[in-house]
Protein backbone atom coordinates (compact mmCIF):
# COMPACT_ATOMS: atom_id res chain seq x y z
CA UNK A 1 0.00 0.00 0.00
CA UNK A 2 2.93 2.26 -1.29
CA UNK A 3 2.29 5.65 -3.43
CA UNK A 4 5.96 6.39 -5.50
CA UNK A 5 7.04 3.04 -3.55
CA UNK A 6 6.43 4.37 -0.34
CA UNK A 7 3.60 6.16 -0.22
CA UNK A 8 -0.14 4.22 0.68
CA UNK A 9 -2.00 3.88 -2.56
CA UNK A 10 -5.78 3.06 -2.90
CA UNK A 11 -8.44 1.27 -5.56
CA UNK A 12 -9.82 4.80 -6.50
CA UNK A 13 -12.88 4.13 -8.24
CA UNK A 14 -16.01 3.07 -5.99
CA UNK A 15 -17.97 -0.13 -7.93
CA UNK A 16 -21.50 0.46 -8.00
CA UNK A 17 -23.26 -2.65 -6.63
CA UNK A 18 -26.03 -4.23 -8.76
CA UNK A 19 -27.88 -6.73 -7.22
CA UNK A 20 -27.63 -10.47 -9.05
CA UNK A 21 -30.65 -11.62 -10.72
CA UNK A 22 -32.09 -14.63 -8.89
CA UNK A 23 -31.90 -17.30 -11.97
CA UNK A 24 -30.64 -20.62 -10.37
CA UNK A 25 -29.04 -22.67 -13.54
CA UNK A 26 -29.38 -19.86 -15.91
CA UNK A 27 -26.48 -19.91 -18.59
CA UNK A 28 -26.86 -16.61 -19.12
CA UNK A 29 -26.74 -15.17 -15.47
CA UNK A 30 -26.91 -11.62 -15.64
CA UNK A 31 -25.07 -10.82 -12.32
CA UNK A 32 -22.53 -7.97 -12.80
CA UNK A 33 -18.96 -8.48 -12.62
CA UNK A 34 -19.06 -5.64 -10.14
CA UNK A 35 -20.18 -8.53 -7.43
CA UNK A 36 -17.11 -10.71 -8.57
CA UNK A 37 -14.80 -7.77 -7.45
CA UNK A 38 -12.62 -7.65 -4.52
CA UNK A 39 -13.53 -4.31 -4.12
CA UNK A 40 -16.75 -3.67 -2.50
CA UNK A 41 -18.59 -0.61 -1.61
CA UNK A 42 -22.30 -2.13 -0.11
CA UNK A 43 -22.16 -4.30 2.97
CA UNK A 44 -25.26 -5.94 1.45
CA UNK A 45 -22.70 -6.88 -1.69
CA UNK A 46 -19.54 -7.87 0.13
CA UNK A 47 -21.45 -10.78 2.35
CA UNK A 48 -22.98 -11.34 -1.07
CA UNK A 49 -19.85 -12.02 -2.46
CA UNK A 50 -18.10 -13.54 0.01
CA UNK A 51 -14.24 -15.10 0.04
CA UNK A 52 -13.71 -12.96 -2.67
CA UNK A 53 -13.79 -9.62 -0.88
CA UNK A 54 -10.76 -8.09 0.27
CA UNK A 55 -11.60 -4.96 0.67
CA UNK A 56 -15.18 -2.80 1.66
CA UNK A 57 -15.53 0.71 1.80
CA UNK A 58 -18.74 1.50 3.98
CA UNK A 59 -18.12 5.38 3.61
CA UNK A 60 -21.32 6.67 1.85
CA UNK A 61 -23.30 3.55 3.97
CA UNK A 62 -25.55 5.11 6.30
CA UNK A 63 -25.25 1.61 8.81
CA UNK A 64 -25.07 2.00 12.42
CA UNK A 65 -24.24 -1.39 13.28
CA UNK A 66 -21.70 -4.14 12.11
CA UNK A 67 -23.39 -7.15 11.87
CA UNK A 68 -21.78 -10.75 13.17
CA UNK A 69 -22.15 -11.86 9.51
CA UNK A 70 -18.88 -9.65 8.44
CA UNK A 71 -16.75 -12.39 10.15
CA UNK A 72 -17.65 -14.69 7.41
CA UNK A 73 -15.70 -12.86 5.19
CA UNK A 74 -12.30 -14.52 5.63
CA UNK A 75 -10.15 -12.96 2.53
CA UNK A 76 -11.14 -9.13 3.45
CA UNK A 77 -7.74 -7.34 3.85
CA UNK A 78 -8.87 -3.85 4.28
CA UNK A 79 -12.49 -1.94 5.66
CA UNK A 80 -13.20 1.95 5.67
CA UNK A 81 -15.97 3.06 7.95
CA UNK A 82 -15.90 7.23 7.96
CA UNK A 83 -17.72 8.70 9.73
CA UNK A 84 -19.78 6.62 11.77
CA UNK A 85 -20.07 8.21 15.03
CA UNK A 86 -23.37 5.81 15.87
CA UNK A 87 -21.55 2.78 16.31
CA UNK A 88 -20.90 0.25 19.04
CA UNK A 89 -17.26 0.34 18.05
CA UNK A 90 -16.11 -2.18 20.91
CA UNK A 91 -18.04 -4.87 19.33
CA UNK A 92 -17.30 -3.77 15.60
CA UNK A 93 -13.71 -4.33 16.30
CA UNK A 94 -14.96 -8.01 17.78
CA UNK A 95 -16.11 -8.60 14.82
CA UNK A 96 -12.80 -7.47 12.91
CA UNK A 97 -10.54 -9.32 15.09
CA UNK A 98 -12.06 -12.43 13.81
CA UNK A 99 -10.71 -11.68 10.01
CA UNK A 100 -7.55 -13.82 9.74
CA UNK A 101 -6.37 -11.15 7.12
CA UNK A 102 -6.88 -7.37 8.05
CA UNK A 103 -4.56 -5.12 7.90
CA UNK A 104 -6.19 -2.07 7.19
CA UNK A 105 -8.47 0.04 9.27
CA UNK A 106 -10.14 3.47 8.84
CA UNK A 107 -12.13 4.66 11.50
CA UNK A 108 -11.79 8.54 10.50
CA UNK A 109 -14.50 10.26 12.48
CA UNK A 110 -15.66 8.12 14.77
CA UNK A 111 -15.66 11.21 17.23
CA UNK A 112 -14.78 8.95 20.35
CA UNK A 113 -12.42 10.23 23.12
CA UNK A 114 -11.08 6.83 24.10
CA UNK A 115 -9.71 4.14 21.32
CA UNK A 116 -11.81 0.73 22.02
CA UNK A 117 -10.00 -1.67 24.55
CA UNK A 118 -9.80 -4.36 22.02
CA UNK A 119 -8.07 -2.76 18.94
CA UNK A 120 -5.16 -4.67 20.48
CA UNK A 121 -6.92 -8.19 19.30
CA UNK A 122 -6.23 -6.83 15.82
CA UNK A 123 -2.61 -8.81 15.42
CA UNK A 124 -2.08 -8.42 12.29
CA UNK A 125 -3.40 -4.86 10.98
CA UNK A 126 -0.54 -2.57 9.12
CA UNK A 127 -2.58 0.70 8.75
CA UNK A 128 -4.35 2.24 10.96
CA UNK A 129 -6.72 5.83 10.53
CA UNK A 130 -7.53 7.92 13.26
CA UNK A 131 -8.53 10.79 11.21
CA UNK A 132 -11.08 13.47 11.97
CA UNK A 133 -11.19 12.47 15.88
CA UNK A 134 -10.40 15.76 17.56
CA UNK A 135 -11.58 14.52 21.09
CA UNK A 136 -9.44 11.26 20.88
CA UNK A 137 -6.85 11.26 24.14
CA UNK A 138 -3.92 10.18 21.92
CA UNK A 139 -1.86 9.32 25.09
CA UNK A 140 -4.06 6.59 25.91
CA UNK A 141 -4.78 5.79 22.30
CA UNK A 142 -0.67 5.28 21.72
CA UNK A 143 -0.71 3.07 24.92
CA UNK A 144 -3.06 0.79 23.16
CA UNK A 145 -1.49 1.21 19.47
CA UNK A 146 1.84 0.05 20.69
CA UNK A 147 0.97 -3.26 20.85
CA UNK A 148 0.00 -3.51 17.62
CA UNK A 149 3.53 -5.21 16.74
CA UNK A 150 2.63 -4.95 12.78
CA UNK A 151 1.59 -1.64 12.51
CA UNK A 152 3.45 0.52 10.07
CA UNK A 153 0.99 3.18 9.11
CA UNK A 154 -0.73 5.65 11.39
CA UNK A 155 -3.24 8.40 10.19
CA UNK A 156 -3.55 11.63 12.41
CA UNK A 157 -4.88 14.39 9.94
CA UNK A 158 -7.31 16.80 11.59
CA UNK A 159 -7.55 16.10 14.97
CA UNK A 160 -7.01 19.26 15.52
CA UNK A 161 -3.83 18.69 17.43
CA UNK A 162 -1.24 21.03 19.22
CA UNK A 163 0.97 19.16 20.76
CA UNK A 164 1.75 15.07 20.40
CA UNK A 165 1.95 13.61 23.67
CA UNK A 166 5.58 12.26 24.81
CA UNK A 167 4.67 8.33 24.55
CA UNK A 168 4.78 8.57 20.77
CA UNK A 169 7.85 6.69 21.15
CA UNK A 170 6.44 3.98 22.15
CA UNK A 171 5.22 3.20 18.61
CA UNK A 172 8.53 1.83 17.71
CA UNK A 173 7.18 -0.05 14.60
CA UNK A 174 5.61 3.02 12.65
CA UNK A 175 7.34 3.59 9.26
CA UNK A 176 4.90 6.21 8.04
CA UNK A 177 3.21 8.99 10.40
CA UNK A 178 0.55 11.55 8.72
CA UNK A 179 -0.28 14.81 10.93
CA UNK A 180 -1.41 17.00 8.00
CA UNK A 181 -3.83 19.58 8.82
CA UNK A 182 -3.13 19.95 12.36
CA UNK A 183 -2.24 23.01 14.73
CA UNK A 184 0.90 21.93 15.94
CA UNK A 185 3.75 23.99 17.17
CA UNK A 186 6.65 22.07 17.73
CA UNK A 187 7.66 18.08 17.98
CA UNK A 188 8.18 16.36 21.14
CA UNK A 189 11.95 14.83 21.91
CA UNK A 190 10.57 11.67 22.05
CA UNK A 191 9.75 11.62 18.59
CA UNK A 192 13.33 11.08 17.83
CA UNK A 193 13.19 8.09 19.32
CA UNK A 194 10.83 6.15 16.82
CA UNK A 195 14.24 4.23 14.71
CA UNK A 196 12.22 2.83 12.22
CA UNK A 197 10.15 5.88 10.89
CA UNK A 198 10.44 7.07 7.60
CA UNK A 199 8.48 9.06 6.44
CA UNK A 200 6.40 12.14 7.98
CA UNK A 201 4.10 14.41 6.61
CA UNK A 202 3.63 17.80 8.05
CA UNK A 203 1.74 19.44 5.54
CA UNK A 204 -0.31 22.84 6.48
CA UNK A 205 0.72 22.60 10.05
CA UNK A 206 1.14 26.35 9.89
CA UNK A 207 1.93 26.96 13.47
CA UNK A 208 4.79 24.94 13.75
CA UNK A 209 8.38 26.63 14.61
CA UNK A 210 10.61 24.64 12.23
CA UNK A 211 13.94 25.40 12.91
CA UNK A 212 12.85 23.20 16.09
CA UNK A 213 11.20 20.90 14.20
CA UNK A 214 14.00 20.43 11.87
CA UNK A 215 16.34 19.42 15.38
CA UNK A 216 13.77 17.41 16.25
CA UNK A 217 13.53 15.55 13.03
CA UNK A 218 17.61 15.09 12.83
CA UNK A 219 17.44 13.03 15.58
CA UNK A 220 15.41 10.57 13.73
CA UNK A 221 17.87 7.57 12.53
CA UNK A 222 15.98 6.43 8.96
CA UNK A 223 13.72 9.52 7.93
CA UNK A 224 14.01 9.11 4.11
CA UNK A 225 10.83 11.56 3.15
CA UNK A 226 9.31 14.68 4.67
CA UNK A 227 6.33 16.69 3.79
CA UNK A 228 5.39 20.20 4.81
CA UNK A 229 3.66 21.39 1.64
CA UNK A 230 1.16 23.74 3.02
CA UNK A 231 3.08 25.63 5.19
CA UNK A 232 3.45 29.53 4.21
CA UNK A 233 6.91 28.99 5.32
CA UNK A 234 8.60 31.89 3.51
CA UNK A 235 12.42 31.12 4.35
CA UNK A 236 13.88 27.54 5.47
CA UNK A 237 15.96 27.16 8.09
CA UNK A 238 19.31 26.00 8.40
CA UNK A 239 18.38 23.10 10.54
CA UNK A 240 17.07 21.69 7.09
CA UNK A 241 20.42 20.26 6.74
CA UNK A 242 20.65 18.26 9.63
CA UNK A 243 18.18 15.43 8.58
CA UNK A 244 20.64 14.12 6.97
CA UNK A 245 19.26 10.86 5.80
CA UNK A 246 16.54 12.79 3.63
CA UNK A 247 15.88 11.38 0.03
CA UNK A 248 12.86 12.99 -0.81
CA UNK A 249 11.80 16.37 0.42
CA UNK A 250 7.66 17.90 -0.54
CA UNK A 251 8.66 21.94 0.24
CA UNK A 252 5.64 22.47 -2.49
CA UNK A 253 3.12 25.43 -1.90
CA UNK A 254 5.01 27.51 0.57
CA UNK A 255 6.57 30.99 0.08
CA UNK A 256 10.27 30.35 -0.67
CA UNK A 257 12.16 32.58 -2.82
CA UNK A 258 15.50 30.69 -2.32
CA UNK A 259 16.40 27.82 -0.30
CA UNK A 260 19.44 27.86 2.15
CA UNK A 261 22.57 26.51 1.48
CA UNK A 262 22.79 24.15 4.06
CA UNK A 263 20.70 21.82 2.03
CA UNK A 264 23.63 20.92 0.20
CA UNK A 265 24.25 18.65 3.47
CA UNK A 266 21.30 16.38 2.44
CA UNK A 267 23.91 14.58 0.10
CA UNK A 268 21.31 11.17 -0.04
CA UNK A 269 18.84 14.06 -1.54
CA UNK A 270 17.40 11.98 -4.67
CA UNK A 271 14.10 14.63 -5.29
CA UNK A 272 12.90 17.81 -4.29
CA UNK A 273 9.47 19.37 -4.46
CA UNK A 274 9.57 22.94 -4.77
CA UNK A 275 6.24 24.17 -7.24
CA UNK A 276 4.22 26.37 -5.90
CA UNK A 277 6.34 28.91 -4.71
CA UNK A 278 7.91 32.08 -5.96
CA UNK A 279 11.16 31.21 -6.58
CA UNK A 280 13.64 33.65 -7.51
CA UNK A 281 14.76 32.46 -11.47
CA UNK A 282 18.57 32.26 -10.40
CA UNK A 283 17.83 29.35 -7.74
CA UNK A 284 17.35 26.72 -10.28
CA UNK A 285 20.03 27.40 -12.45
CA UNK A 286 22.37 27.28 -8.59
CA UNK A 287 20.81 24.26 -7.39
CA UNK A 288 21.88 22.55 -10.61
CA UNK A 289 25.03 23.20 -9.60
CA UNK A 290 24.58 22.41 -5.62
CA UNK A 291 22.77 19.61 -5.97
CA UNK A 292 23.94 17.89 -9.02
CA UNK A 293 22.53 14.23 -7.99
CA UNK A 294 18.74 15.56 -6.95
CA UNK A 295 15.76 15.43 -9.37
CA UNK A 296 14.70 19.25 -8.37
CA UNK A 297 10.56 19.82 -9.65
CA UNK A 298 9.71 23.30 -10.00
CA UNK A 299 6.75 22.46 -11.90
CA UNK A 300 3.34 21.13 -10.30
CA UNK A 301 3.60 17.24 -10.55
CA UNK A 302 1.36 15.31 -12.75
CA UNK A 303 -1.57 14.08 -10.44
CA UNK A 304 0.00 16.48 -7.50
CA UNK A 305 1.54 15.49 -4.54
CA UNK A 306 1.57 11.98 -3.16
CA UNK A 307 -2.28 11.18 -2.02
CA UNK A 308 -3.35 12.36 0.72
CA UNK A 309 -4.24 8.94 2.05
CA UNK A 310 -7.33 9.87 3.92
CA UNK A 311 -10.14 7.84 2.37
Avoid at 227 to 238: A, C, H, K, L, S
Wanted: charged fraction near 20%; charge should be positive; proline fraction near 5%.
Amino acid sequence: MKTRAIFTGLLGIALAYCSPVAQKGNKNDNRTAQNKEPYQVSLKAALEAGDVVEKLSLKDEAITKIPAEITKLKNLKAIYLGAKADLNWEEAIGYFAQLPKLEELEITGATFTKLPANIVQLKGLKALWLSGNPKLDLEDAFDKIKKLANLKELFLQDNQLKTLPKNINQLTNVESLYLDRNNLTALPTSIGELSNLTMIALVENKTMVWKNAFLQLSQLKNLQVLMIGGNDIGEVPNEVGKIKTLEVLWLENNKLMSVPDSITRLTNLKNLYLHGNPLNPDIQTALTSLLPNTKVVYASVTGGAPADTTK
